[in-house]
C-alpha cells in the first residue's frame, strides 16, 4: 500500500494540488540544499555541443550527502560512461534516478526510508564537474523533476535557488 501512496502522492505534489504538509509527509528532498545549475528539457548539451533531451535537473552539490525522496526499494545500483554511478529507486510506479554519485551506500534489493542517506554527489560519468542529477519517472515516463522540487519548496520556502540567478 505504501508504494500506492507513495506514487499517488508524488503525482499530486508534482501538480500542485497537496496542501503544505501532504508533501512534506511522504517527500523529502534529494540534498540538503538545493541550487539548480540545468533544468529538464531540450538542450545544447555543454560538453558536446549537441542538441538533446535533457530527462533531469542538475543540482550543484559539491560531494553533498544525497537522499532517497521516499520509503521504496533500490532497484538499480550501477556504473556507466555518461551517468557515472548512479542509482534508481521505485516508490510504487515512481521511479527515483540519482547520478553522477561519488559514493553509493545502498545495494540493489535494499529497502530504503524518506530521507535515508544513499550516497555522496560527485562528478562520475560524463559532467562539467560535480553535481547531482536528479530524475523522476511515472510509468516509465520522464517526469519534470524541478516541479516536484518547487512543490516541496513550497512546504520548505527558499530552499529552490536557480545558481545560475543573482541572487
Not at 45 to 61: E, I, Q, R, S
Not at 88 to 111: C, E, F, N, P, Q
Request: glycine share 10%.
Amino acid at each position: 500500500m505504501m508504494g500506492y501512496l507513495s506514487t499517488l502522492s508524488a503525482v499530486i505534489v508534482i501538480l500542485g494540488l497537496a496542501p503544505r504538509s501532504f508533501g512534506q509527509r511522504y517527500f523529502t528532498s534529494p540534498l540538503n540544499s538545493l541550487y539548480m545549475n540545468q533544468a529538464f528539457g531540450w538542450r545544447i548539451h555543454p560538453l558536446n555541443g549537441a542538441l538533446n533531451f535533457h530527462d533531469g535537473v542538475d543540482l550543484k552539490a559539491d560531494f553533498e550527502p544525497v537522499f532517497s525522496i521516499a520509503d521504496g526499494e533500490v532497484v538499480r545500483v550501477n556504473i556507466n560512461a555518461v551517468s557515472g554511478k548512479f542509482i534508481v529507486i521505485r516508490h510504487g510506479k515512481l521511479m527515483s534516478h540519482y547520478a553522477h554519485l561519488s559514493w553509493i551506500i545502498v545495494s540493489s534489493k535494499d529497502t530504503v526510508l524518506r530521507g535515508q542517506l544513499i550516497g555522496l554527489s560527485g562528478a562520475s560519468g560524463r559532467t562539467t564537474g560535480p553535481h547531482l542529477h536528479f530524475a523522476l519517472s511515472y510509468c516509465g515516463v520522464k517526469l519534470d523533476a524541478l516541479k516536484f522540487l518547487k512543490a516541496l519548496d513550497a512546504v520548505n520556502p527558499g530552499r529552490l535557488t536557480d545558481a545560475n540567478s543573482d541572487k
